[in-house]
């Protein structure tokens, strides 16, 4: 829904600003770029009737609800005075420095973005400008997108051409990139106010059938929250619960695909918040338990977040009254990112500018602009320069079908084994060729939007080739991929590392037989925590364990540099954890339980069980590749929350090559209550990789060590791994 415009004042700007910003000197300057703003735009009026100053004002005000920085306010209140007045990018560059300067200067550049009727070149320069000024400084679109919202909100004092012209970029241009940065709270109103005007009957419409069924509407809608409420806290789980309206724009674009206003089961809608993301899932659990949900409606942005920073959890359930309800689950941080997206980051310091830390975070989570800048320069054509970018920014996910018209969403640029795998990965396997659109195609060809795709198979086909990986786009059709490829070397890496086990012990002239005597292997396996010889010899075989510290453990010579140090650092009678009622498996009191160690996962992580045929349950992280094929074989595990004990988990750390790093890594640990198990160390022309065991009490305070290992000098980085 749409916001009304209302009056404001500088002082209403200053007391909301001083809310977050306390520095003075920086409420003074944006005081002082208001007096200058009112100076430059004195007397002049807008077509609305009220004093033009008004409109800067209003656009630094919406920009509060993110909290902007200084510079940013200032930028907005002055971003129409080089267009519209008797000043210059210098003498704003004196009065308020170099980066406010730039940010209005950046704000003018594509202020002036005109679609000037059906003219594509335009709107393809128009696309140039917008794509550059955003990886120039996030923030000058951050102003433009502010700017735009409060002159949607008063369009209607222009002629009906006129409004249908800025809907229309709007919706083109504005919205899409909204969206990208995850500003939902301005896409939504901004797409709102574009139907407003691009079809008022249809807008009009919906809203007229929106408050036929309100006061029914709201009563279902109390109604559940009350009784969902309920559950939650007789569950212990603290929680906020708000109804949630859906946007006239979702609403019409439902409408616009042949569905039928009361086919659109989301019309009701509750957003439940919650502390941790622990809480997302209990809340999803309990839920469930109660009202029964859709299939194929539940959808888990948490494991695997959208684009643009995006995290919640769907799910569509059957609630009050037998109406329909769609509810949302989300921690209070993914809600701020949810609706702020790239401005929810925002590092206010006193000292120094937001724009490297924004920048920073924009790259990370979205990869699609780190390139612009360089096809800019590259592409000196604007037709050319929007069509490398554009496919990337605006259209980065394809909906294909399978022959009975399924549908199947996978990201631009998927080929036929993304497809494959996406299914099944027994049809990825299996796969011999592809066709699409009835027409055979290579492996490499890149799907399109709406593209009809039949795998052929053949059950006696060896498997996929290795180059796969190289030709597949998305992450799990790799790592599926991989997946195969591990299990086929399994026998292969079992028979090298007993081989190397070998040609090791004839080297330092120690008998095989008399090595591996049973006494022996027991203290070699207890030691490295290993079930038996053959897990041995396979990480002897792919490089995973180093051949002499598993012969030291028995000679006790030539210990590594890593042994010494575990030995003065690791916490004496570390005691592993027995899985048995660390973990509860609903409904089943006793059966083996236990931890993977390919994944490792600790107190905290969210997990799954896995039915192994004749060990009892192997719990997994969620997150693990190993086990995402094979959901027939999940069971619901959950932590034991009276269990307090430490668990071993995998981290890897890269730093540069530095003789006394290991020893500043360790020393992390003394403050975490975590103790190293064992150190392998890969060495590389110009930086190590340690491979540490870790024994943690939960998730938080594995974050925290990684954190602090993070800060320590010529660490490149730091993270957890699944084997």
């Known amino acids: 829904m749409t916001k009304k415009n209302i009056h404001i004042t500088i002082q209403d700007l200053i007391e909301v600003v001083s809310s977050y910003i306390t520095d003075e000197k920086e409420i003074s300057q944006i005081e002082s770029a208001y007096q200058f703003a009112a100076k430059m735009h004195f007397g002049v009026k807008r077509l609305t009737g009220e004093d033009y100053i008004e409109h800067p004002l209003q656009v630094a005000y919406i920009l509060t609800e993110i909290k902007a920085d200084s510079e940013t306010l200032c930028a907005a209140l002055l971003h129409d005075v080089l267009e519209d007045c008797d000043t210059s990018k210098e003498e704003i560059e004196t009065l308020f420095g170099p980066t406010i300067a730039n940010l209005v200067d950046g704000v003018t550049k594509i202020n002036k973005l005109n679609f000037d009727g059906d003219n594509s070149a335009t709107t393809i320069a128009n696309h140039r400008k917008i794509l550059v000024g955003l990886c120039e400084d996030v923030r000058v679109i951050i102003i433009k997108l502010a700017d735009r919202l409060h002159n949607m909100r008063t369009l209607w004092v222009h002629p009906e051409e006129k409004q249908k012209e800025k809907a229309k970029e709007t919706l083109d241009i504005l919205t899409p990139i909204a969206s990208r940065l995850g500003m939902n709270y301005m896409k939504s109103e901004l797409e709102d106010l574009s139907l407003r005007y691009l079809k008022p009957d249809v807008y009009y419409s919906i809203v007229e059938e929106l408050n036929q069924t309100k006061a029914e509407r709201d009563n279902a809608v109390n109604e559940m929250v009350k009784r969902v409420s309920e559950i939650l806290t007789e569950n212990g789980v603290k929680h906020e619960i708000k109804g949630r309206a859906k946007s006239i724009y979702s609403i019409y674009k439902k409408l616009d695909k042949g569905k039928k206003f009361n086919e659109i089961y989301d019309l009701l809608a509750l957003r439940v918040f919650v502390s941790t993301e622990q809480e997302c899932y209990q809340a999803l659990g309990l839920i469930h338990s109660k009202y029964r949900p859709i299939p194929k409606r539940f959808k888990d942005y948490i494991a695997m977040p959208k684009t643009n920073m995006y995290q919640s959890l769907h799910t569509t359930v059957f609630g009050f009254d037998g109406y329909l309800f769609e509810i949302q689950i989300r921690t209070y941080e993914m809600d701020e990112i949810a609706e702020h997206g790239i401005a929810s980051h925002w590092s206010y310091k006193e000292n120094g500018s937001t724009v490297a830390v924004m920048q920073n975070t924009m790259e990370q989570k979205l990869q699609f602009f780190r390139s612009i800048m360089e096809l800019n320069s590259e592409e000196p054509n604007d037709e050319q320069f929007v069509k490398s970018v554009t496919e990337d920014v605006f259209k980065d996910t394809i909906y294909v079908y399978t022959p009975k018209g399924d549908v199947i969403e996978l990201p631009a640029g998927s080929t036929p084994i993304d497809f494959a795998y ?17 027409n055979i195609v290579p492996l490499d060809y890149q799907l399109q939007n ?7 198979t053949n059950k006696n086909a060896i498997g996929p080739s290795r180059e796969w990986i190289n030709i597949a786009k998305t992450a799990q059709a790799k790592n599926k991929i991989r997946s195969f490829f591990r299990k086929m070397d399994k026998d292969e890496y079992l028979k090298k590392g007993e081989d190397i086990l070998s040609k090791e012990l004839r080297k330092r ?43 030291n453990i028995i000679t006790e010579e030539n210990d590594t540099k890593e042994d010494i140090i575990l030995r003065k650092t690791q916490i004496k009678d570390v005691v592993l954890p027995t899985v048995k009622n660390d973990v509860i498996v609903e409904g089943i009191d006793e059966i083996k339980v236990n931890v993977a160690s390919c994944c490792k996962p600790v107190p905290g992580d969210h997990i799954v069980g896995y039915i192994t045929k004749g060990y009892g349950i192997t719990v997994h992280q969620a997150i693990c590749p190993n086990i995402q094929d094979l959901e027939e074989r999940h069971i619901e595990v959950k932590w034991n929350s009276q269990i307090s004990k430490r668990y071993p988990t995998n981290v890897l750390v890269r730093t540069l090559k530095n003789d006394n790093i290991l020893l500043e890594i360790i020393s992390k640990t003394s403050n975490n209550n975590i103790s190293i198990q064992s150190i392998n160390t890969f060495t590389h022309e110009n930086d190590n990789t340690y491979e540490l065991v870790v024994l943690v009490e939960d998730k938080d305070k594995l974050t925290k060590f990684i954190s602090d290992v993070e800060q320590v000098s010529n660490v490149i980085e730091v993270q957890r791994f699944i084997k």
């Open 422 to 438: 996406k299914v099944h990965s027994g049809v990825g396997d299996k796969m011999v060729g592809a066709i699409v659109n009835n």
């Open 509 to 551: 002239k120690l008998s095989f037989n008399e090595f591996l005597s049973n006494e022996n292997v027991v203290k070699i396996l207890k030691e490295l925590k290993y079930e038996d010889l053959s897990e041995l010899y396979i990480n002897l075989g792919n490089g995973k364990l180093p051949v002499g510290s598993v012969i």
């Open 450 to 456: 709406q593209d009809i795709i039949k795998i052929n």
